[in-house]
């Protein structure tokens, strides 16, 4: 049996060897030999692997984090953007609600002392004065406020949903601003008022050469459903737009033409005749001592031109002086006295005539207007009060009368006539800026022109109130300053 399984056994590996052949081995071939792996080989490896599945694993994690990060970034942003507009849109409704022409106005005797506070809130059971309130007004128990009123917001649909909106004066207690140099402990509850340069103490008790404009604060706070919240202030002054007169008559140009008027009456008083006067201002204010003599040597009745320099020097030459050195900066170039008009011509309320000579409302003492005319203004024998913005020639004849600021900037001509009564109690500012009406701006300014035919009227005389009374009594505001707050 077994020598029977070995010849099959060989016959087997006869025919393996019978049917195939081995390859021959070429010695000039160098063939690969196994090598066998060493422990410490293999040990190096597995480092290697754990190094690069860290690597792997730690990029992983930070691409992760990062991920986590924006997210909570993302849903921060959606969350606080819609407070933040929405304290925002608080800001605007109550400087809105403080002009005069408003939808539900505030009056400003609601706010006119430093002890009255007004707050506009959203629903009756918001009470920024309760302590236990979530919306408490953290600002409140310091304020030293005894008269508080509040008003409903006029927002209807679509709210934007802040909780309320505070408006006071500004005060030292309330801004923390020492204008007087005194320490925040000092005079801490007398109102803080603006110039248009600088913030005032209570003139003209201290500032008695100074005419400042109460400032106003208009705080927002706003709260959304994340917890987030933003309260937002802002300062605002009843400041008037333009920046001033530097005389009861401006000539603003070199060599003014000044074609005198003859009659007896006709006067140019430069006396503040404001209920609660000024500082008084030169009758005829110009830019040179040039223009000085060139005007002076113009007048029929010198010793009719009074104001702060008396009647002129010598006595009686006629108050004509020379302001260029305390001149506002937007008046000393043609491109500064434009920009000044686009802003007055932009106004609130301002009732754009466009090329007609006349309005349909010239206003009045109590309803001032901004009238403004792209091109020449006719005045008449009317009368009216505010504010005149003429491009062109400004005319008046006979009886006319006019309580308020003209600004005439552009042609910078105006042209007066007629032997009745006619008279201007406020200003009158002349620039020439164009050569034509709607022409191109010139490089410098022009010569500024009034003339008088006939008797002359009565005059001008210069009156702080009248000439701001269409700003202030429109509330046309000028915004100061801007902060977020910490609630």
């Known amino acids: 049996m077994l020598g029977h399984n070995s010849d099959l056994q060989k016959t087997s590996t006869e025919d393996f060897h019978a049917g195939y052949s081995l390859p021959e081995i070429n010695p000039d071939l160098h063939y690969p030999v196994a090598t066998k792996r060493t422990g410490g080989e293999r040990g190096i490896a597995l480092i290697m692997a754990l190094f690069v599945l860290a690597i792997l694993s730690l ?12 997210t909570r970034i993302n849903f921060n942003s959606r969350s606080s953007y819609p407070v933040f507009y929405a304290a925002e849109a608080g800001l605007e409704e109550g400087t809105y609600r ?12 609601l706010v006119d002392a430093p002890t009255k506070v007004v707050y506009i ?23 030293n406020f005894s008269t508080v009123t509040y008003a409903s917001t006029n927002q209807s649909t679509n709210l934007m949903p802040y909780q309320w909106v505070k408006i006071s004066m500004k005060t030292k207690r309330l801004s923390g601003h020492d204008v007087d140099n005194t320490g925040l402990t000092t005079n801490q509850d007398v109102p803080v008022y603006y110039d248009g340069a600088e913030y005032l103490y209570s003139p003209p008790t201290i500032n008695a050469t100074k005419t400042g404009y109460r400032v106003y604060q208009v705080t927002a706070f706003a709260t959304g459903t994340s917890g987030s919240g933003y309260k937002v202030r802002r300062e605002i002054s009843n ?3 333009f920046p001033g007169l ?7 140009g070199p060599t003014p033409n000044f074609g005198t008027p003859n009659s007896n009456n006709y006067v140019i008083d430069g006396t503040d005749h404001a209920a609660s006067p000024g500082a ?10 040039g223009d000085v003599t060139s005007v002076k040597s113009q007048l029929a009745r010198p010793d009719h031109y009074t104001g702060s320099g008396g009647s002129g020097t010598p006595a009686g030459t006629g108050d004509v002086q020379n302001v260029s050195s305390s001149m506002p900066s937007a008046y000393t170039t043609v491109q500064g006295l434009e920009d000044m008009l686009t ?17 349909s409302n010239w206003g009045t003492i109590a309803s001032p207007k901004i009238n403004v005319f792209d091109g020449n203004c006719d005045l008449g024998n009317g009368s009216g009060a505010g504010v005149l913005i003429v491009r062109g020639n400004f005319s008046a004849n006979g009886n006319y009368s006019f309580d308020g600021l003209i600004v005439i900037i552009g042609t910078g001509s105006a042209s007066l006539s007629g032997g009745g009564n006619g008279h201007v109690d406020g200003g009158i500012f002349i620039a020439k800026t164009r050569d034509t009406v709607g022409g191109a701006l010139r490089s410098t300014l022009g010569i500024p022109s009034i003339n008088y035919s006939g008797g002359g009227g009565n005059g001008l005389r210069y009156d702080s109130a009248k000439v701001n009374n269409a700003f202030t009594n429109s509330n046309i505001f000028t915004k100061l300053a801007y902060k977020e707050m910490s609630q």
Request: net charge negative; aromatic share 4%; proline share 11%.
């Open 59 to 70: 990029v992983g994690i930070t691409y992760m984090t990062s991920s986590t990060l924006e």
């Open 121 to 143: 809130r959203q629903s009756s059971s918001i009470v920024p004065t309760d302590s236990s309130s979530p919306y408490y007004d953290a600002e409140y128990p310091s304020s």
């Open 343 to 359: 802003t007055l011509v932009a106004l609130p309320g301002a009732i754009q005539n466009g090329t007609n000579t006349s309005s």
């Open 239 to 241: 400041l008037p737009p």
């Open 98 to 109: 403080l002009k005069a022409d408003a939808i539900n106005p505030i009056a400003l005797s």
């Open 280 to 289: 008084a201002l030169p009758a005829i204010a110009v830019i040179s001592n």
């Open 246 to 252: 530097p005389g009861a008559l401006t000539l603003n």
